[in-house]
Nanobody, 124 residues
Framework: QVQLVESGGGSVQAGGSLTLSCAAS????????MGWFRQAPGKEREFVAAISRNGGRIDYKDSVKGRFTISRDNAKNTVDLQMNSLKPEDTAVYYCAADRTLVVHTSRLNYDYWGQGTQVTVSS
């Protein structure tokens, strides 16, 4: 049974930082592209960042480039999202997702497994 468990969410003031972590089990982690998505109230779930199987290819949503950093540790089966210079518009539930294909995708439709999400709240 595949499980993705996010942690690290919380409440911060604008300009602050948080690091989200996702621990994966029940799958061969190094065979999956890993992604982070987020969903704000009343909005669609949107792509934030993704990293290829070996970490050689990374994509970011334009609005988080230069502020967020995705990384993975295939030995520990974890993927992290370091978030700096947070803004109120970053407030959302953040989800970790796994994609078994070979190409980094930004569409949530391509991802096979999802975590339960962790809340990030940024106050102004």
């Amino acid at each position: 049974q595949v499980q993705l468990v996010e942690s690290g969410g919380g409440s911060v003031q604008a300009g602050g930082s948080l690091t989200l972590s996702c621990a994966a089990s029940g799958l061969t982690f190094s065979n999956y592209i890993m992604g982070w998505f987020r969903q704000a109230p009343g909005k669609e779930r949107e792509f934030v960042a993704a990293i290829s199987r070996n970490g050689g290819r990374i994509d970011y949503k334009d609005s988080v480039k230069g502020r967020f950093t995705i990384s993975r540790d295939n030995a520990k089966n974890t993927v992290d999202l370091q978030m700096n210079s947070l803004k109120p518009e970053d407030t959302a539930v953040y989800y970790c997702a796994a994609d078994r294909t070979l190409v980094v995708h930004t569409s949530r439709l391509n991802y096979d497994y999802w975590g339960q999400g962790t809340q990030v709240t940024v106050s102004s």
